[in-house]
């Protein structure tokens, strides 16, 4: 089950900024082990090509280039050399996304604007691009990586992160009935509190570089009783990308340990 043999998966963020596994070097290492030809991009290349060394050992494919998501010139190149390289997009991942810390009145609005570029447009752009082709094959599909922070206040004042979350999980809902009658799948799937690279620097941000408290913190946060990991997301990524998924569309998969259904 759960095969991707012949399909091409275009990866944002497909890198891992430490050392560890990411949610974009996860994803791009589990499609690529069922079969997935990768095509990854990252604004960080070094970091990319780790992810490609991992998948040709494994003896898969993949080729990776550095690029900026937030740029439509950089989307349109990134799009191009996939279709050159390759002929088709069968899969895109938007995986790339920044929690940054602030309210209305600290945040600044360069910052805001930031925040919604990265955690919002990116998508908008990635799809702007990818979904003629995808409806030109006649069959595709979209997984975004959103966050239960567009789903409810998880305990740290990021503001527009949470507001582009909510949002990239609207544009996805509304593209994917607009695109339902076309052969084209949109879904998303949040994570909730995940232990990856990325919490070193959240503790940076959130805890004044308390990294172990914050560590336990999160696990804490957590019904299940510890946070997850990037695999967790990796596997419902590869669910919603895989042919078995065929009839679910315009939806989320909340990937976090009960941590949204609880009251505390």
């Not at 490609?52 to 010139?73: C, H, L, P, R, Y």
């Not at 409810?152 to 009658?181: C, D, E, F, N, W």
Request: glycine share 10%; proline share 3%.
């Amino acid at each position: 089950m759960f095969r991707l043999d012949g399909k091409i998966a275009l990866v944002t963020g497909c890198g891992t900024h430490g050392e560890g596994w990411g949610n974009g070097k996860a994803i791009s290492v589990l499609l690529a082990r069922q079969g997935a030809t990768i095509f990854g991009c990252d604004l960080n290349l070094e970091a990319a090509q780790v992810t490609q060394k991992i998948i040709e050992q494994e003896g898969g494919v993949a080729q990776v280039m550095a690029a900026n998501v937030t740029d439509s010139a950089d989307v349109k190149k990134l799009v191009d050399a996939c279709m050159a390289k390759f002929g088709r997009i069968d899969i895109l991942i938007n995986n790339v996304g920044r929690s940054e810390p602030g309210d209305p009145v600290t945040m600044s609005e360069e910052t805001w604007d930031e925040q919604m570029d990265v955690n919002v447009k990116s998508a908008f752009l990635t799809c702007k691009h990818v979904l003629p082709i995808m409806e030109a094959q006649g069959a595709g599909a979209v997984v975004s990586i959103s966050s239960v922070a567009g789903l409810r206040y998880v305990g740290k004042p990021q503001i527009a992160y949470a507001a582009g979350k909510a949002a990239l999980m609207q544009l996805t809902k509304t593209t994917a009935v607009i695109y339902a009658s076309r052969g084209v799948r949109l879904n998303c799937v949040s994570p909730g509190l995940v232990f990856t690279p990325l919490v070193k620097r959240l503790a940076d941000k959130y805890a004044n570089g308390d990294f172990d408290g914050f560590v336990a913190t999160r696990h804490n946060q957590v019904p299940a009783g510890h946070m997850g990991d990037a695999w967790d997301v990796a596997h419902s990524v590869l669910f919603l990308a895989a042919d078995e998924s065929r009839y679910i569309t315009g939806q989320n998969i909340v990937v976090d340990g009960g941590l949204i259904s609880a009251t505390r």
